[in-house]
């Protein structure tokens, strides 16, 4: 069978690699971005800020903060901090499909990992292509952690074992210094392949969509240049933002919007750029006073999470970084701590027309959610505090986490964990956009794995969650 899949990120380079595994199966997978050749320069495997060529050119509409998504082999995933929390059990059981429970997705995620401290555990793997490990706290670190333990939160190994919550280290997909993406999980075997073919810097412009069926894709090179690809499935993996594009210029969208987009209308899907969901977080940047004790890079210090009032297990997530890791213009000694909800009620959306989707993340649009974020805060302050008190930082003359209507404030620093999920839902509901086995609705061989299927979004960075949904995506093409 020939597949075509859109997206070489988290899930499409994780699907390719399943899918090529079988002689049988053609793969060709094609990716707007670059391929930066077999010998990955160090800017790709270690740095957050990179240059733009890397980025796809994405910002909330409504804030204009940038919302940096990889455009290069390996996605976004090739350009992220590689933390590698997964999420509770109950993150996907609340998926609402019997395919998708914690239980249907653990051997995705145990045949991914290779766990260098717990992959002997049951719920962990220790032979898969993806490293994953834990960094020892610093100095900075080791003072958070003792004031967390004099608050009752717990000291916890392993932020990936069965309703882990308290304080312990990030887990992260790194070795040594080097991030492992799946540009380098799984390239380096793709290219070996006979079966693969690798098509870089071609932006996809539509599927095309034949007596209701896929038939294959037009793609447009760097030079703009536009050509036809056929394949027997397709399988879009183009991300949150970039998929919903796909199908809305393809014809597959609210059938309002597609037709004043003067594109003809072969299938109706409401729903369609709706449910975006994302984590939100702050920052309450504080200055160490030890030189010799700064702050971790992120992804790399101490990981709280914990849960807040209320049902259906809403959760927060604190942590501290050194500040110059995101922010180039920050002092050495600047330390951010972060404060995030990782349980967000509020929903954005897509406003897809003929040009890029203008993106509308409504970060803590809902009452419940600033509510709950003017609580992670106000711990936080406590947290800081403690550590201003006993020497350990120092705090700017005004600090905002001060406000007197502490939930405004929030709203004004609120910004974008990068963790955006939901814009093609997956369902049982003839709503959804695709069914629970990623299969667009109305439209034969044309199928969707990326994290815009999920239903809701995890308690935990969202790159594992989408590799797994790629692994799976295999099992049901197979």
């Known amino acids: 069978m020939r597949i075509l899949i859109v997206g070489a990120g988290s899930a499409g380079m994780t699907c ?47 804030t204009g903060h940038f919302l940096p998504r990889g455009k290069v082999l390996g996605g976004s995933s090739a350009v992220n901090a590689a933390a590698a929390v997964r999420g509770h059990s109950w ?27 717990f992959g002997t555990a049951d719920y962990h793997g220790a032979d898969g292509p993806v490293p994953v490990t834990r960094f020892e ?8 952690n003792d004031a ?59 599927v095309i969509v034949r007596d209701r069926a896929a038939r294959g894709v037009v793609v447009r090179t ?38 004043a987009a003067g594109i003809p209308l072969l299938v109706e899907a409401p729903a369609l750029g709706t449910n975006l969901s994302d984590h939100v977080l702050v920052r309450m940047d504080v200055d160490v006073t030890d030189p010799s004790a700064p702050a971790l890079p992120g992804g790399r210090g101490t990981l709280l999470t914990f849960e807040l009032d209320g049902e259906g297990h809403p959760q927060a997530q604190i942590f501290a970084y050194r500040t110059q890791f995101f922010d180039p213009t920050a002092e050495p000694l600047t330390a951010s701590v972060t404060s995030s909800l990782v349980t967000p009620a509020s929903r954005g959306r897509l406003e897809l027309g003929s040009g890029r989707a203008q993106v509308h993340l409504r970060h803590l649009s809902d009452p419940l ?7 992670i805060v106000t711990r936080a302050a406590d947290i800081i505090d403690d550590l ?33 999920v939901g814009t093609c839902r997956m369902g049982t509901d003839t709503q959804s956009v695709v069914d629970d086995h ?31 949904i790629g692994y799976r995506a295999a099992d049901f093409i197979r």
């Open 16 to 62: 390719a690699w399943r899918l090529s595994e079988d002689p049988d199966n053609e793969v060709v997978l094609v990716e707007a971005g670059v391929d930066p050749g077999p010998e990955v320069p160090a800017v790709l495997r270690r740095e957050i800020l990179l240059p733009p060529e890397y980025y796809w050119e994405y910002s909330d509409a409504d």
């Open 91 to 117: 993150c996907y059981d609340s998926w609402g499909s019997p395919e998708w429970t914690f239980e249907k997705c653990l051997p995705a995620f145990r045949a991914l990992e290779a766990d260098q401290q």
């Open 137 to 144: 706290p610093g100095p900075f670190d080791r003072a958070f």
């Open 148 to 206: 967390y333990e004099r608050r009752g939160f717990s000291r916890i190994s392993d932020h990936n074992a069965p309703g882990a919550l308290g304080f312990g280290p990030f887990p992260t997909n790194r070795i040594g210094d080097d991030r492992i993406s799946t540009l380098l999980a799984f390239l380096p075997q793709l290219r070996e392949r006979p079966n693969v073919e690798l098509r870089p810097e071609a932006e996809i412009v539509q």
């Open 222 to 259: 760097k030079h703009g240049a536009e050509t036809t690809i056929e394949a027997d499935l397709i399988l879009l993996c183009a991300g949150t933002f970039g998929t919903p594009e796909i199908l809305f210029n393809s014809g597959i969208g609210p059938g309002e919007q597609v037709r």
């Open 369 to 375: 959610d600033r509510s709950r974020m003017a609580d």
């Open 388 to 420: 201003a008190a006993s020497g350990t930082v120092r705090l700017p003359d005004a600090p905002w986490w001060r406000a007197d209507d502490l939930q405004e404030a929030c709203r004004r620093e609120a910004v974008s964990y990068h963790h955006a």
């Open 438 to 468: 990623l299969r667009v609705r109305g439209v034969d061989r044309l199928m969707v794995a990326d994290a815009s299927v999920m239903p809701s979004i995890p308690r935990g960075q969202t790159n594992f969650a989408a590799m797994m």
